[in-house]
């Protein structure tokens, strides 16, 4: 896996996860002496892909600088069943108290980079791309995003500030598509998408010289007619890119969505689209199924 960048936002997520869960302090933990250390595995039960080592290490390193983590395997990778994929040493409380936040990151985010490499396999050999969408859990986003790399898939816009998604009711609320499109290149310099239904949208689209489409509900037989479309057209020049000596012509991209799963998408792929946006990939997720485990009983360090 290529290096993805963690996000800026980690320690704060961190944060806020111990919050929610320690509050005012862990009142089991006082059953442990505090000077009392352990040593524990955390152990894997199935195959999947391994992310979010980063935001288990910052659960520990917030509660107790002591603890000390020796991982066996790093995001991206495949783990198997009953592998040890680290190794913790350090004060007992700290372990007990950090155990849920720190394996519950572990065990989303594992389970988010498995779920986009399942699509990312589906539709190997094809040149589409897997895209992740917005639908992520609410405060988890950036953490999410960097799963779905680790699983070979595509990061789309992170949010609603850094590239225009123009969809249903923004075409509405604006009058036309050419309309929404040309408000929205005078509004700022970013790339513009447009969300289209019909191949008289994509034409209008295209006229208006939209920089990507997002294909919504095409069927099987309408994407390859929208493909075809595109690909028939002269490269597009956006405005705001047309003084730049630097910058070679694009071809519109195309983005399928909408009725895809992992039966229905390499049916998609094989159309000619560059990218597939996939929700299921960050909002239907399975956690990975892992355990902390003691390796032998703490020791009072006197």
């Given amino acids: 896996m290529k290096k993805t960048q963690l996000p800026s ?33 955390v152990i894997n039960r199935e195959q999947a892909i391994l992310c979010g080592t980063a935001w288990f290490e910052e659960v520990f390193k917030q509660l107790d600088s002591q603890v000390h983590i020796t991982w066996y395997a790093q995001d991206g990778e495949t783990i198997f069943p009953n592998q040890v994929l680290c190794n913790l040493t350090g004060p007992a409380p700290a ?9 519950n990151f572990l065990q989303l985010l594992s ?29 988890l986003r950036r953490a999410q995003k960097y799963a779905v790399c680790c699983g070979g898939g595509t990061n789309h816009r992170m949010g609603l500030y850094d590239a ?3 969809k249903e009711n923004h075409i509405v609320a604006a009058g036309s598509v050419t309309q929404a499109i040309n408000q929205a290149r005078h509004a700022a310099r970013l790339p513009v998408e447009v969300e289209v239904e019909t191949l008289e949208q994509i034409k209008e689209a295209l006229a208006a010289r939209v920089d990507s489409l997002l294909l919504d509900n095409f069927t099987v037989p309408q994407l390859r ?29 195309l983005e399928a969505s909408g009725g895809v799963n ?16 996939v929700g299921a990939i960050t909002k239907d997720i399975r956690a990975v199924d892992l355990s902390m485990r003691f390796t032998e009983m703490p020791t009072n360090d006197k």
């Fill in 95 to 103: 372990l007990v108290t950090g155990e849920r936040a720190a394996l």
């Fill in 262 to 277: 992992l039966e229905t998408i390499r049916a998609i792929a094989e159309t000619g689209v560059d990218f597939i946006s």
């Fill in 225 to 253: 007619d929208a493909v075809a479309l595109v690909s028939a057209q002269p490269p597009n020049i956006p405005p705001f890119k047309k003084n730049s000596l630097t910058a070679p012509p694009s071809q519109v991209t």
């Fill in 9 to 41: 936002d980690l320690a704060e997520t961190v944060k806020r996860a111990l919050a929610e869960d320690v509050g005012s302090g862990d009142i089991t933990a006082l059953l442990i002496g505090s000077n009392t250390s352990a040593d524990a595995n």
């Fill in 111 to 139: 389970g988010t980079a498995t779920q986009t490499q399942r699509y990312v396999n589906a539709i190997s050999g094809t040149k589409a791309r897997i895209l992740d969408t917005r639908k992520t859990l609410p405060g």
């Fill in 164 to 166: 225009f998604l123009i």
